[in-house]
């Protein structure tokens, strides 16, 4: 089961916080989520070879807006003017920062 955010908190634009359903919080820096972005500019669609580089994004990045896609995922519109990425909240919960690496 995809767990779903129960709020998305946008009011600093270097981060995104994210309160899901079980109680559970992620808090993204905004840059994070740039560098993550699953666009196809972004991501080549059929290697899925990464073709932008994450090192590029700058430190203080922010966002400018945070629109809901349907009832499973949320666009970013960067303030670098990329906006074109739909990252799912399954892939949301899936890269919290927070959480330990590695297999
Ligand atoms: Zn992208």
């Known amino acids: 089961m995809t767990h779903q955010p129960r709020i998305i908190k946008r009011s600093d634009p270097s981060r995104?916080?994210?309160e899901w359903d079980d109680g559970h919080k992620t808090v993204?820096?905004?840059r994070a989520l740039r560098g993550i972005c699953p666009c196809a500019?972004?991501?080549d669609e059929l290697t899925g070879v990464r073709r932008?580089?994450?090192?590029?994004?700058?430190?203080?990045?922010?966002?400018?807006e945070v629109v809901m896609v349907g009832n499973y995922a949320i666009s970013i519109d960067f303030a670098d003017g990329h906006g074109t990425g739909i990252y799912t909240f399954a892939m949301l919960r899936a890269n919290d920062p927070a959480a330990p690496t590695g297999p």
């Open 52 to 64: 932008h580089d994450a090192d590029s994004v700058p430190e203080d990045l922010t966002h400018r």
């Open 41 to 43: 500019q972004c991501v």
């Open 28 to 30: 993204y820096p905004t």
């Open 16 to 18: 995104i916080e994210i």
